[in-house]
């Protein structure tokens, strides 16, 4: 909701591959068969994990034996943090790190960027999550309905004037985000198929 433009780049990919009827209504929700054909929402996903990584430290592991790291001792038995968050902002591979910009990850090729794609919001090596594809996936579903359904947009006051929200994070193993206002506007383009 903070970045109508993004959401509306995203919404045209969509749009590009579900379609417009002849009323100009979406003729269907999105579907995983669609997922492929939408590499700007993927980007969107990319970024939100980057930006704003769900456990910004990573979960703690503990080393079995005494190793070394680029000249750092470890003992055994040390509490080891993935700083996923410090990863996320490393300016010699993000430009502008605390802006949110999913067009970093478009390829050089296509007149991008082509900055890295993120490491680390789901673990490292043996012990990476399992049901990061799961979660991903889902996150795209959930996403991918929303752009073609409704318009993200910020809370209006008595007068009619925007709130834009703060972005702020908790502290913790998680960074769960603070509360904030949403107005979830149904898209003109999407009443015929949700009944309205």
């Known amino acids: 909701m903070l970045h109508p433009e993004i959401q509306a780049k995203a919404r045209a990919e969509l749009e ?11 003729p269907r929700l999105p579907d995983f068969e669609d997922r492929p ?26 080393s079995t034996n005494a190793d070394e790291y680029k000249g750092y001792y470890i003992p055994a038995g040390a ?26 990850y478009i390829p050089v090729s296509e007149g991008g960027r082509g900055e890295p794609h993120p490491e680390g919001p789901f673990g490292f090596g043996r012990r990476v999550c399992p049901g990061q594809h799961l979660a991903m996936a889902g996150v795209w579903i959930c996403i991918a309905t929303l752009l073609a359904t409704m318009e993200l947009k910020c809370p209006v006051d008595e007068e009619g004037k925007e709130l834009r929200p703060t972005v702020g994070f908790s502290d913790g193993l998680s960074g769960v985000p603070d509360a904030f206002g949403c107005r979830m506007v149904v898209r003109e383009e999407a009443m015929e198929l949700l009944g309205l």
Not at 81 to 96: C, I, W
């Open 16 to 26: 590009g591959v579900i379609g417009l009827d002849d009323n100009g209504h979406i």
């Open 37 to 62: 054909k939408t590499p700007y929402l993927e980007y969107i996903l990319l970024e939100t994990t980057r930006w704003a990584p769900l456990s910004p430290l990573g979960v703690p592991h503990a």
């Open 79 to 104: 509490t080891v943090f993935a700083n996923a968050y410090a990863m996320s902002r490393d300016e010699r591979y993000y430009s502008s790190p605390e802006e949110f910009n999913p067009d970093r």
